[in-house]
């Protein structure tokens, strides 16, 4: 599926539809968009070299996103945005020009599962405008930039995740942002594993500090704050 002017594959109203082994790719707009309550499996195709972002998911859409591989994207890799929904479980998706998932509004909320997302040559996650979601048990690694962004009030949780090997920081929080962290290996990165920003108000679970990197500290007052203002919140470094 290449070379259409609008994207390579698109979902909507209901639609349902089951999308294996395909070759979705060098589209002038998106190579998949789910939208307006689009549903549907997506499953070992390889999606790559759209214009913009290589899936889209919008207005309700909620479409399974299965074993996938979803590289080398002009735009993001995966965008969920403007109440997008959706599973995506043991996708690889890496080496897109802007961040290879990306999580933005209020009213958007996946699920991203057991994928590897590396090798982007920004952020491997950004999650912002108030967004939520929830990251478990995912790869995050060898990213230019931050492995995971949290910023604008976007809550996620983010659980049992291995982020490393960043070329900047493992994970950021900033302008902001929140989030539940919880059990996450966060290592080996070249900056900071973890930078909390003083504004920022994330919750961890953990109680050992990342000895030499002064974590720890900037994460229990963020927990404090929470607590004084009566929110039960829960995040990592």
Not at 132 to 152: C, F, P
Not at 178 to 187: C, M, R
């Amino acid at each position: 599926i290449k070379g259409n002017c609008l994207p390579g594959l698109f979902i909507s109203t209901g639609g349902n539809p089951k999308v294996k082994n395909c070759f979705i790719h060098n589209n002038r707009w998106l190579g998949v968009l789910v939208a307006n309550r689009g549903l549907g499996e997506m499953r070992a195709n390889t999606i790559f070299e759209n214009h913009e972002a290589e899936v889209q998911i919008t207005t309700g859409g909620n479409p399974h996103v299965l074993e996938n591989i979803i590289r080398n994207g002009n735009g993001c890799g995966l965008v969920v945005c403007d109440g997008g929904f959706g599973l995506a479980e043991r996708n690889d998706i890496s080496t897109c020009v802007m961040a290879c998932v990306q999580i933005a509004d209020a009213t958007s909320n996946p699920v991203l599962k057991e994928n590897k997302i590396h090798n982007g040559q920004t952020y491997g996650v950004v999650a912002r405008d108030q967004a939520s979601g929830r990251l478990e048990s995912n790869v995050i690694t060898k990213n230019k930039m931050a492995g995971l962004l949290v910023q604008y009030q976007a809550d996620v949780a983010v659980v049992s995740n291995m982020i490393t090997e960043g070329h900047g920081n493992g994970v950021q929080v900033t302008h902001y942002g929140k989030g539940l962290f919880e059990e996450n290996t966060i290592a080996d990165n070249a900056a900071a594993n973890v930078q909390i920003e003083s504004e920022s108000e994330p919750v961890s679970t953990a109680e050992e500090p990342d000895q030499g990197r002064g974590l720890h500290r900037h994460l229990l007052h963020g927990e404090r704050r929470r607590r004084r203002g009566g929110q039960r919140h829960h995040a990592e470094r």
